[in-house]
């Protein structure tokens, strides 16, 4: 199958995903003890994100985290807030100060892109 057709049929989570994984430069998988680290972190970066998702969803919008890797978890807005003009900034000055404060692993949170299109 050629990688155009293949891309075709791709979710956009699994587009994000590969993505996260290529701006990264990973090639090779994790080792359990890794894993389990990076899923501890995940974790903890998810719970912090939930103490300000209800804000988020009252503007009709959400935040999906993507994935977790070399210190930077990547996010992505859904809802309203997939494409808003102030996403980035919501990001840079909201979201990633709460979880960089709280979840010491974490040093930036990125906005993942939406659309391949």
């Known amino acids: 199958m050629s990688e155009e057709k293949k ?3 791709m979710s956009e989570e699994e ?7 290529a701006e990264n430069g990973e090639v090779s998988p994790l080792t359990p003890e890794e894993e389990a680290k990076k ?5 903890r970066i998810e719970h912090t994100l939930n ?11 959400d935040l999906r985290l993507l994935d977790y890797s070399n210190g930077i978890a990547y996010v992505s ?4 807030c997939a494409g808003c003009m ?14 960089v404060d709280e979840v010491p692993e974490v040093q930036a949170v990125k906005l993942a892109p939406t659309s391949y299109y």
């Open 77 to 80: 807005m859904i809802g309203a």
């Open 39 to 43: 899923k501890d972190v995940m974790g």
């Open 15 to 21: 587009k994000q995903a590969a993505y996260v994984r």
């Open 51 to 61: 103490k300000i998702r209800p804000y988020i969803q009252a503007e009709g919008g």
């Open 86 to 99: 102030m996403a980035t900034v919501d990001i840079s000055q909201g979201v990633q100060a709460l979880v």
């Open 7 to 9: 891309e075709e049929q």
